[in-house]
Every structure is written in C-alpha cells, then in structure tokens.
C-alpha cells in the first residue's frame, strides 16, 4: 500500500507526531511524505531518516504560514496522479482542516480521531474511540484515497535511518485558499500552556489540605514542564481558580500523562480526565475512586512524595 | 438537640413584592409543569376552545406554564403506581388508557415484611390494594402531558423558576421569574439574564413538594392548617434487568426499625417497567431521630437483601433520583386553597393518600378543578382578583373524591408515630371502620422538632461496589445534575451548627450537599437535586436559576 | 448583513449514549438538543448582529425532523431563522456527504459570514467547517478564540500548538469558533415564548438540488466495521509507599516514556 504522509514542521524542526504517523505507514507499506512551506527542503534528510522513502517538497513563499488552504491545492495536484492509496495525517490545528478540506476537495473519505492503523484482509482499517472512549469503533473507507487523522500523540517516531528521495512539487494555488492571510503568528502566551493543550498535568485536590498545597504542586508540574489542574472541590473552597478546574463542569483534558495528587476521583472529576494517556494518582486514602482507573496508583502521603518526586523529575530530565 | 433549634435564615417575605410594569402578560400562569399544573393547562386549553371570546381577550398567550427543569419531566419523581381515573376524566375518553404513557396495568401485587435475611408475605392492606391502577415513570408522564398541553393551546416555558409572586392591592398578580448568570456572589455574569414580571389574572401554584412559591403564599395569605405538614423523603433507581418482574411489591419492616424511639415510618417499593426495566426505591419518613439515618444508605443497603438481589441478578442501574413527599395529608392541609387571583394545587398543596402511596390523580384532579375555577372566575362579570372570586375551587375540592379519601386516611400515618406495631393495629382498626375509630383527630409535630438520637447505624450501609451499589456522587452524575459551579447558593441554612447537625443533614442529604467542616457544615449547592428534604429538618430550598439541578427521564 | 450558523442537533444526555448495534452507530433514536458547543457560535453571531445594528442570522441544520424543536433555542436566543434539511436519503452522511448538503443550503442562503461551533459533542467530528469552506471556496479560520468584524474583514485570534495566530480575512467566509470565544446568552422569556413564531423552513435534499446518491451512506466516503470493547488500559498496578513511591514513579514513566 502506499502511504503519503503530511509533515508538519515549526521553526525548522519536524514534528514528533507526524513523524511517529509516517513510522506507522513505513511499517504498513510504502511511505512518502510531503513537505509544504519556505525553506523546508533540508528537512527532507530528517524524514527519510524516519521512514519516508521519497519527499515531496514545494518551496513557495505563499505557503509560509501554517494556513490549511493553499496546502489543500497543493495536495490536489500531488495526488492528481493517483499514485497513493492513502494520505495520513497527525492531528494539529492545520492538519485538521488540510485534511478536511481535502476531503472536499476529492470527494474522498476522512477518519479522524483515529488511534491505530492496520490493514487487514488486505483492506486499510482505522481504530478509533468513541462515547469517552467507552468503546471503540473499526472504520474504513469506500474510495481512493483514504484519508487519516490520528490523534495528536499516537505514534512514537521511530528512527529506520533510511533515505528520502527529495521531489520538487509544483501547484498553482487558489485565489480563494489565499484570501485569509497571517497578521501575527505564534505568539507565546506569557503563562504556560494552557490546561487544554498541555501534554503533561498536574492535578491537586481536597487532599492537598488547603492552597499551599498547590505550591508544590507548581513545582512537579514546572519539573515536568507541564499545566497545573484543579478539582471542582478545591475551586469551589477558593484555593485555585476556576480557569484550571478539570472536570463535568470544567474542562475535558486529554493530555498525555494526568498527575492526580490528593484526588479522590469521583465520577463528575472522572468524566473530565478519563482520556489521559496515562494516569498517575497519590492519595492517602485506598479506598478512593480514583485508583480503580489509574494507571498507577500510590497510597502514599502526597507531602513527602511530591518533593521527592520534582527532584527525581528534575534530576532525570537535567541528564 | 433538634434542628428547629438552628432556624434557616429564610424570610418569606423576602420574596413577595409588589408587581411593577408587565414584561410579559399572560391570561393563566401556571407554575410546575407536573401533573397538576399541566392537567390545569390541558383543561384550560379545552374550555377556551369553547370560549372564543374569552380566549381572545386572555391575549396572545392565554395560557402560561413555568417549568423550572430544563425541560418537563427533568425534575419530576415518583414511584409511581397512578390511578388512571383523573387522566381519564381530562381526557374525557380521547385516549384510550392503553394510549397513555404507562408501563402496564398492576396485575399482581405482593406486600413484604422483611428481616435482615428473609421475607415475610403478609395480606396487602386494604388501602394499598392497586387493581385497575398502572405503573409509570412520572417525569415520561409529564414529558407527554406538556405535549398535550402544548398541542391545546398552552405556552410551557422551560428553564424557567418562579421566585417571587407579585402581590399587589391584597391580590396576587402573576410572578416574577428568576435571574440567571449571576455568579457565586450574586454578581452578574457576563450573560447575566434578570427575570421577568410575569403578569396573570389567575396564577396557579403546581410547584410540587415543597413549593417555594406556595410557602410564601400560604404565609403572605395566612393559609396554613392547624397542623404542619411533614414529609418523608424518598430515594429511588431504575434498572435493567434480565428478566421481567410480574408484580409490584411494597415491603415494611427491614432496614427500617419498628420500635417507637426511632420513629423511622416508610417502606420500599418496586415496580415492573415494562418488560426490561424496574424501579426501587425506599421512602422514609423526615420525622427519624437518629442522626446517622440516611435514605440512600438505606436503598443500598435495601438492595443486599436476597429477595432485591434476585430481581436485580444481571442487572445495571440506568437512572437515580430523589425527592420529598408530602405526609401530613388531610390534617395539614392549608385551611384554604386560594386567596385573590391564586389557586394551589397537587403536593404543593398535601394533596396525597399516605397509606394509598397516592397522590397523582389527586394533583391531576386538583388541576383540573382549578382550571375550571379559574375559567369561571374569568368569566364577564367577575374578576379573579375578588375575594371569594375562586372560592369555588375549595368547594369543588371538598366536593371530589380527593377530600373524601383523604379525610378517610388522615389519622394513619400519625398512628404510625406511635411505632410500626401499634400503628399498624390502629391503622387496622381505621380500615375496618372507615375513619371512625379512634375517634378526633391526631396531631402532626414538624419534622424538625424532632430530638436526635445517635446510634450507630451507619456502619451497616455497604461500601458502593459499583454493580449493586453506589455512592451518592456517582448518583447525583447519573440523574443528569450539571449544575454551575459558580451559581449563587440557593440552599438557607445556618452554617455555623453543632457537628451534631452538621451530620444529620450530611447523611439526610441523598446528593452529598453538606458535609461536616470543622466548624459547622459544608455546602455544595451545585450537588442539590432540590428534592426538598433540608426545609423539612432545620433548612430552607429555594429555586435555584432555570435549567438546574436534575434531568430525569424515566423516574 | 446576513450570518449562518451551522448547527447540529445532538443526542441528549451524555450518560445516556448508546451505540446501536444494528447500525454500528451512535443511537440517535431518543430525545436531542441543540450541540451546545454551537451555542458559542449562535452567541458570535448575535454579537455580531448587535454590533453591526442590523443584521440577519439564520441558523442552518441538517437532520431529522425533531431537530426543528431544538433550533428554536437558537431563535429563542435572538436567531431571526432556521432552515433545516431534512430528509431521509441524508441520514447516515459522513463528513464529505455532510458537507455537501451543508454547502448546497449555505449557496441557498448566500451568507457574508458563516459559523461554526467547536465541534459537535457526539464525537461525529471537528472538522466539518474546512470541508464546507472548500466547497463553498470560502476563505477560513478555525479555533477562534476572539473575533472582531470591521471593514468587510473579519479577524480570528485563536490558540495553537505554538502559541496565538491572528488571521485575517475579506468577507464572505467561513469562521469555526472555540468554545472559549463566549459564554451563550440565556434565553429572555420573552425570546422562548416568540421564537415559535419565528420562520422555521424545512427542505429537502431535492430542494437543494442534492441527489439522493450524493448523501447519506450513499454518498458518504468513509463506513463503520464493527465495534469493539476499548483496549484494556494496562493492568492497573497500585502500591503503597514504602518511602520508595518517589523512585517507583519514575521508573514507571520512563517505562511508560512519559518522561
């Protein structure tokens, strides 16, 4: 089968979840990454090294920003030829509506939320997740060519050490995919990342014993380079504000490692978290909720391991 | 210790004000689109379609209904076994009963005292006999009542509460609704939405128990009976199961205690829904002494017992829920049930068989009779404001079958103070002579006046497994609760109370609400499924904003 | 100025969700409600109606016939219309099919401005406003977090991986709103009791000139297999801390390469 994968890159490096999408595609069949920007053909090296048999590269200045539709143009053109069975995606802010606009743009089918990829029976099949992952659904696709979207952190790059023949691609590009133009780009909030988008969370609750407790709370979660959460009860008494609260009436989180410190876990906090990648909980009491999810669960007095957890944490990622 | 001692600071007077401009003006304004209150706007609708003339001079909405519920049904709970005669009645032979949305009729019915491990049959008491009767889901019922409603002509207005009630010149003029988006302080959010005045020449009151509305109106008017009303509190779920039950079941006895000193009155019940479903619950009454009673603890536990778990054997829990009936019947009923340009209805009003576990048809009555009040009282010539004007629904009241059983029934559950046994036997006696003996009429003493007790009765509620048992927060999750989190709080309670008290109303509460702190107690107020127990032992519920609180389905 | 918003009637309750077996898809057959991630968009375009003066919002939908009852909560807002497309040839639409109905209805209504909401809350997908911008070969912007109107230009300030954006673009086109941008009005009681008298259109995918083929499963590009139960998360382990949880933790994440 052969893959065409869509590399996504910021200031000059390749992204780790479209790398880890184009390892998937090299081990199911034959994979082809396209890269869309200014100044991006020395990344070509890197995605063969990580399984792209051949890049396909258009270097324009009319694709200098990270804006969905002239990629879409220029993803018409390359598959015009027909030569691909499948284009995947890893899911970001642009890819999600490059990869929707294609499927306009082709008639052809898109599924997204996707957690794995196979091929069985010959024919490409697509996990996903579905009902708050209570159950998970097999999808496929009726036409050529198929295209994924993966949920941001699927897949692991994995270094094959290859070479990429690099292709130059040419298109012309929409009067219409060139009408939203960037005004500003990137800018850095001055706080962390927001809870929402945060790979890494720590989350305090009633067990913390009142606001100070956050404080070293803050400290795992700036060692992990992460956001700090909230449960409903400590906002509720004051001690965080609403902004970080996790939860049925707070914010749905998917991060990729969830820190639940002094959390007891009851449905309404469950309901907010329960897609985290990983689930750490540390709370003195057995009996709480929250162990019966958690991936590993810690009986333990949260004020003496918190300190000695930042510094492991800080010892580790110093190394 | 008594949680009277610990006052709610609640003043009704705080919300009667006096009507300003009309926002909106409605001929009828209903408040509760619960069997009562959308039995008064079906009738309503049926008797304008015969009055032209007066439908057109009620205006553009002749008819109004407030729900406070995010839709009708969202906050509607009972058991329930209805009798089908007063739908029948409203309906006057439209629907055909196998047309109304009931499970299916009572065929067998077996009562139950139970032990700790066995149970007992004993002969249904003759109040409790439910031939002809049909189970249903109240809060489906009332979805399919607001349809009918809506297709005779009425307004239902959703997500709406009614906090206060314009009275003007000695008469009632319609309501004020409440605001929405205010914060945890009472600012106003970004979407802050204040109520309406909503003006009407007749407003009927079909709150339900522990109507806020009604309470202020039977203070403001100086309606309130000789006795006060008292309520027992019940908790109940509705299951899956794999196989069909083929009867509804009431039982005595276990877990509750029969000796006097703990005056613990109630029951459980469980009842067929169809061929994939059931319902069980446990109803207690708030007259209990002992502060580490709790009523879901007790449905908990209820479902240990072999004879639940055999009904429930392969099954999962679907719905959960809560809420307060009123018990004190014929003798806490108001001394009347209007006052100028005002009717009462339904359990807002008492109007509920205790020993019968009936109450429907009678608010499905009540409505229909204040509907035809009213439209009498809005006739040329009269005006609904008058004193006296809607007398005529008091009259038609004592004139029903509602007055007759309920005056037949009203020293039981009062006998029932004096412990299981002994009124039992007295009860007994009542059946057999038809309300003759004992002769007089028994007392009710508010629920809250009560002396606590402590025993240690908390130790025999199970640890929720998840399957057969659960805790109160994974319960307030299933019944749809999403409350804001940073709405203001719409419970009165003193805050700083004994740990006594704070205990009592921490295992009271079925929604974990309250929770004993270091000085007095917790609230939670986003938890609340207003089911109305806290006014009854030492507090006060009002309405929070429209939209809140649960979103029941198939209780 | 006339603003569409794109709205998607839901199934209700999410502890009440279930999959139909037979269709392997999400059993729509119970009660439902307006998507209320598309309560933000609603409340965007009233903003913008407020603002501008004078302005016209129509809501648009596609689906079953009850959905008409809960797009009135759009009208009760402040909407001034809804159209719906119902028919039954489009139950069953993917994205592609989806889109294209979609489409047809926005050339219909020729609108300067068309929003989205963040996505719909049965997990049908976020993404359905680039495929309708495509067709309709509209200029869009996505995830916004802020957005002002002036000028015949719209600007979206919206949240990435890397930090904000500000995108600008000429009117007409397409925005998807995030559910940070507002907070929805509540409904005036005057507004639930006028919005049934507001104008309320149904179509069909003939009126639209869609064919049947084009919509549906029919036209759909994508199909469900089959269901399965979640993956087992991993055994949960849990330990008590023996003064070592510390160490324990981490070798957990690496092992895990969480860390």
């Known amino acids: ?319 | 210790m008594r949680p009277s001692d610990y006052p709610p600071p609640f003043d009704p007077n705080e919300f009667v004000v006096a009507p300003g401009e009309a926002e909106i003006e409605v001929g009828v304004l209903i408040v509760g689109a619960g069997p009562a209150g959308l039995a008064c706007a079906i009738r309503l609708g049926q008797l304008l379609e015969g009055a032209p003339e007066l439908a057109d001079r009620l205006g553009d909405v002749p008819v109004a209904v407030l729900e406070k519920g995010r839709q009708p049904g969202s906050h509607l709970l009972s058991g329930a076994v209805v009798n089908p005669r007063s739908l029948r009645r409203l309906f006057d032979g439209r629907f055909r009963t196998g047309e109304l949305p009931f499970y299916g009729r009572v065929e067998h019915e077996s009562v139950y005292f139970l032990t700790p491990q066995r149970s007992l049959r004993i002969p249904t008491p003759p109040t409790m006999k439910n031939g002809g009767n049909y189970v249903a889901s109240l809060a489906q019922l009332g979805r399919w009542l607001a349809e009918r409603a809506e297709e005779g002509g009425a307004t239902v207005l959703p997500e709406t509460s009614g906090e206060a009630l314009l009275v003007g010149d000695g008469r009632v003029r319609g309501v004020r609704t409440g605001d929405r988006g205010r914060g945890r302080d009472g600012q106003e959010l970004g979407n802050f939405e204040p109520g309406s005045e909503v003006h009407a020449r007749v407003t009927v009151l079909a709150e339900g128990t522990q109507g806020h509305l009604t309470g202020v109106a039977l203070d403001r008017f100086g309606l309130q009976g000789e006795n006060p009303q008292v309520w027992a509190l019940g908790v109940k779920e509705v299951w899956k199961v794999g196989r069909p039950l083929d009867r509804v079941i009431h039982t005595l006895g276990w877990p509750l205690r029969a000796a006097r000193k703990y005056r613990e009155f109630g029951g459980s019940f469980v009842y067929p829904m169809g061929d994939d479903m059931l319902t069980v619950g446990m109803v207690v009454g708030l007259d209990y002494r002992d502060v580490e009673l709790s009523v879901h603890g007790l449905l908990q536990e209820l479902k240990t017992h072999p004879l639940l778990q055999e009904l429930l054997l392969g099954g999962e829990r679907v719905a959960w829920g809560a809420k307060t009936i009123p018990e004190g019947g014929f003798l806490s009923l108001p001394k009347r049930l209007h006052a100028p340009g005002l009717l009462i209805c339904g359990d807002g009003a008492g109007l509920v068989n205790v020993p019968a576990l009936k109450g429907i048809h009678y608010a499905v009555e009540s409505g229909l009779l204040a509907a035809e009040a009213a439209f009498s009282a809005l006739q040329r010539g009269e005006t609904p404001g008058r004193r006296g004007a809607l007398a005529g629904y008091d009259r038609a009241l004592e004139e029903s079958f509602v007055w007759k059983d309920l005056k037949l029934v009203r020293n039981m559950r009062p006998a029932f103070g004096r412990g299981l046994w002994l009124g039992g036997a007295l009860a007994g006696a009542m059946t057999a002579t038809r309300g003759a003996f004992p002769p007089g009429d028994s007392n009710t003493e508010p629920d809250a006046d009560q002396e606590l007790i402590r025993t240690d009765r908390a130790k025999s509620y199970p640890v929720a497994d998840g399957k057969l048992t659960f805790d109160k927060l994974s319960s307030v999750f299933l019944s749809g609760n999403a409350t804001r989190d940073d709405a203001p709080d719409h419970i009165r309670v003193q805050r700083e109370v004994p740990q006594e008290i704070a205990e009592l109303w921490t295992r009271m509460c079925p929604a974990a609400v309250y929770e004993v702190a270091e000085n007095g107690v917790d609230v939670t107020p986003s938890n609340c499924v207003q089911c109305g127990a806290i006014s009854a032992k030492g507090g006060r519920l009002t309405p929070p904003e429209g939209g809140a609180g649960p979103d029941y389905k198939v209780t | 100025m006339k603003i569409a918003v794109c709205a998607k009637y839901v199934p209700e309750a999410t502890a009440a969700r279930r999959i139909d077996p037979s269709t392997k898809r999400l059993d729509r057959s119970g009660e439902g409600a307006l998507n209320p991630f598309d309560a933000n968009a609603v409340e965007e375009a009233l903003k913008l109606k407020d603002a501008a003066g004078e302005a016209e919002v129509v809501i648009v939908s596609v689906g079953p016939a009850k959905a008409l009852e809960a797009m009135r909560r759009a009208l009760a807002m402040g909407a001034d219309r809804v159209v719906l497309v119902s028919d039954e040839a489009a139950a069953g639409s993917d994205l592609v099919a989806t889109s294209r109905i979609l489409a047809a209805a926005l050339e219909r209504e020729g609108a300067d401005l068309v929003l989205f909401g963040q996505q719909a809350n049965d997990g049908d997908g976020a993404v359905l406003w680039a495929a309708v911008a495509d067709r309709l070969q509209r200029p869009l912007i996505s995830q916004v977090a802020e957005l002002e109107h002036a000028d015949g230009k719209v600007r979206g300030k919206r949240q990435t991986e890397f930090g904000y954006d500000v995108i600008e673009a000429p009117l007409p086109a397409v925005i998807a709103v995030s559910d940070a941008i507002n907070v929805p009005r509540y409904p005036a009681l005057k507004g639930i009791m006028g919005a049934k008298k507001k104008p309320q259109e149904t179509l069909s995918l003939a009126d639209l000139g869609v064919p049947a083929e084009e919509a549906g499963e029919a036209g759909s590009r994508t199909t469900v297999r089959a269901l399965n139960e979640p993956p087992a998360r991993g055994d949960t382990q849990k330990i008590e801390d023996d003064g070592s949880a510390a160490e324990t933790i981490v070798a957990f994440l690496q092992e895990r390469k969480a860390l």
Not at chain 1, 246 to 259: E, I
């Open chain 1, 1 to 319: 089968m052969r893959f065409l994968v869509f590399l996504e890159h910021h200031e000059g490096r390749l992204q780790n979840d479209s790398l880890g999408v184009l390892g998937k595609a090299a081990s199911l069949g034959d994979a082809e990454a396209v890269l869309l920007g200014t100044e991006v053909e020395g990344l070509a090296a890197d995605a063969g090294r990580f399984g792209a048999q051949r890049v396909h590269v258009m270097d324009d200045v009319l694709l200098d920003k990270p804006l969905p539709q002239p990629r879409v143009d220029a993803l018409e053109t390359l598959l015009g030829e027909g030569a691909f069975d499948a284009v995947l995606f890893a899911a970001s802010v642009l890819s999600a509506d490059v990869a929707a606009g294609l499927a306009a743009r082709l008639d052809a089918g898109l599924n997204y939320d996707l957690t794995d990829l196979a091929v069985e029976d010959g024919e490409l099949v697509g996990k996903r997740p579905a009902l708050g992952d209570s159950i998970y659904v097999d999808v496929g696709w009726s036409a050529d060519p198929r295209l994924a979207l993966f949920r941001s952190g699927t897949f692991e790059p994995a270094e094959s050490g290859g070479k990429a023949e690099v292709q130059k691609l040419e298109s012309r590009l929409q009067d219409f995919s060139l009408a939203a133009t960037m005004v500003e780009q990137a800018h850095e909030e001055s706080e962390g990342p927001s809870i929402e988008d945060a790979d890494v969370i720590v989350a305090g609750g009633r067990g913390l014993g009142g606001p100070e407790g956050f404080a070293a709370v803050e400290e795992l979660a700036k060692a992990l380079g992460g956001a700090v959460a909230a449960t409903r009860a400590v906002v509720d008494a004051g001690w965080y504000p609403y902004s970080a609260q996790v939860g049925q009436t707070g914010k749905t989180v998917s991060p990729k490692l969830y820190v639940a410190v002094g959390i007891s876990g009851a449905i309404q906090h469950k309901v907010g978290m329960q897609s985290s990648s990983l689930i750490v909980a540390i709370n003195k009491d057995p009996n709480a909720p929250i162990f019966e999810y958690a991936d590993l669960g810690v009986v333990g007095d949260l004020n003496e391991i918190l300190p000695k957890l930042t510094e492991l944490v800080r010892a580790r990622r110093a190394a």
